[in-house]
C-alpha cells in the first residue's frame, strides 16, 4: 500500500483570519494542500500570538488534523514579504513547509 505525501505550511496570519476561526491579531496557522477547495483544505489556527509554535506544538496540530510528518520530514523555512496591499507596512514573513503523510493511511 502505497502512502500519499502531502504538503503542509505554516505562516503567522498578522492581520487575523476569519476562518476556521476568527482571531482580532497575529496568529499561526497550518494547513495542509490538497486537492478540493482551499476552503476544505484541513487548518488549524493557534491563538492569537507572534510567538512560533514549537516543535511539539505543531506535531500537536497536525495530529488534531489527521496527520504526521512524512518519514524523514523536517520542516523548511523560507522569508518572503508580507503584499504591498495590507493597512501596515510591508515586512518579512517567516514560512515553513513540511512534508506529511495521513495518520489513517488514506488520501484523505
Same mark, same amino acid.
Given at each position: !500500500?502505497?502512502?500519499?505525501? +502531502? $504538503?503542509?505550511? !505554516?505562516?503567522?496570519? *498578522? *492581520? =487575523?483570519?476569519?476562518?476556521?476561526? /476568527?482571531?482580532? =491579531?497575529? *496568529?499561526?496557522? /497550518? +494547513? /495542509?494542500? !490538497?486537492? $478540493?477547495? %482551499?476552503?476544505?483544505?484541513?487548518?488549524?489556527?493557534?491563538?492569537?500570538? =507572534?510567538? %512560533?509554535?514549537?516543535?511539539?506544538?505543531?506535531? &500537536?496540530?497536525?495530529?488534531?488534523? $489527521? +496527520?504526521?510528518? #512524512? &518519514? =524523514?520530514?523536517?520542516? &523548511?523555512?523560507?522569508?518572503?514579504?508580507?503584499?504591498?496591499?495590507?493597512?501596515?507596512? %510591508?515586512? /518579512?514573513?517567516?514560512? $515553513? #513547509? %513540511?512534508?506529511?503523510?495521513?495518520?489513517?493511511?488514506?488520501?484523505?
Amino acid at each position: !500500500m502505497s502512502k500519499q505525501i +502531502f $504538503g503542509a505550511q !505554516m505562516s503567522l496570519r *498578522c *492581520c =487575523g483570519t476569519t476562518t476556521p476561526e /476568527v482571531t482580532a =491579531g497575529p *496568529c499561526w496557522q /497550518v +494547513f /495542509v494542500a !490538497m486537492s $478540493g477547495r %482551499v476552503s476544505e483544505w484541513p487548518t488549524y489556527t493557534w491563538p492569537t500570538s =507572534g510567538d %512560533v509554535p514549537t516543535p511539539d506544538q505543531r506535531l &500537536e496540530a497536525l495530529s488534531e488534523l $489527521g +496527520f504526521a510528518l #512524512a &518519514e =524523514g520530514a523536517e520542516w &523548511e523555512w523560507t522569508e518572503d514579504t508580507g503584499p504591498e496591499y495590507h493597512p501596515h507596512p %510591508v515586512r /518579512v514573513a517567516l514560512l $515553513g #513547509a %513540511v512534508k506529511v503523510r495521513s495518520l489513517d493511511g488514506s488520501a484523505a
